[in-house]
């Protein structure tokens, strides 16, 4: 079995999501200890954001030379989180929505034909099966029954793109109200590192 850990907060050790998800993963290492553990940390080794050339190389258009090892990040990018049955996320809140890091990555997994077609029914996901648990920061409180509800595009987002292509059932762990103060912050970490100590195995 094989999981993919991505990082992508840019606060490295003093990171929240980081220390989450990094509990998250050492909880299902000892549950499973033959997980085959991939990680990429989207801060240390990002990938470029899209560009027009990236987007005419994908309808087949040659490709400048200098775009080769791009692709090629693309392609791996790709190949890592086709080939995962769990993927473990540490995102945190940036200016209501997730780190353009992030981003970039959705953007190369987010592909037609390899984890999502189009049909006469319309959309259809093609990477259904997989796991997915996101361990999330976010430095205020933004739950369904906050009034700041309708500025949280971190949970929501990553729910919709992950549904988009077939996987149901993601699992979050939320670190809420981390900039709130430092008690706030102590025992919003508590509890998210409680909730990945808890989670049932691989």
């Known amino acids: ?11 490295g050790p003093h990171s929240v999501s ?8 050492d909880r299902l290492r000892q549950a499973t200890p033959s997980l085959d553990i991939t990680y990429r940390d989207l801060t240390q080794t990002p990938l470029a954001h899209l560009s027009g050339s990236h987007l005419a190389a994908a309808q087949g258009a040659p490709a400048p030379a200098e775009l080769g090892p791009d692709l090629a ?15 473990v996320i540490g995102a945190p809140m940036y200016n209501f929505t997730i780190p353009s890091q992030l981003k ?5 997994i987010l592909v037609v034909g390899k984890t999502f077609k189009y049909g006469a029914a319309g959309p259809e996901g093609l990477a259904g099966g997989k796991r997915v648990i996101v361990a999330i920061s976010r430095g205020g409180y933004y739950g369904a029954e906050t009034p700041y509800a309708a500025g949280e595009h971190l949970e929501t987002y990553l729910r919709w793109v992950f549904g988009f292509m077939g996987i149901t059932g993601v699992e979050f762990i939320p670190a ?20 990945a100590t808890s989670l049932r195995a691989a």
Do not use: C, N, T, Y
């Open 1 to 11: 079995m094989k999981l993919l850990h991505l990082d992508s907060s840019v606060l």
């Open 18 to 25: 980081r220390q989450v998800s990094a509990a998250i993963v």
């Open 73 to 87: 990040a693309s392609a791996a990018a790709l190949d890592e989180f086709l080939a995962a049955d769990i993927v």
């Open 104 to 108: 970039a990555w959705i953007d190369r």
């Open 176 to 195: 809420d109200g981390v900039q709130v103060g430092p008690d706030h912050r102590e025992k919003s970490l508590a509890g998210a590192l409680q909730a």
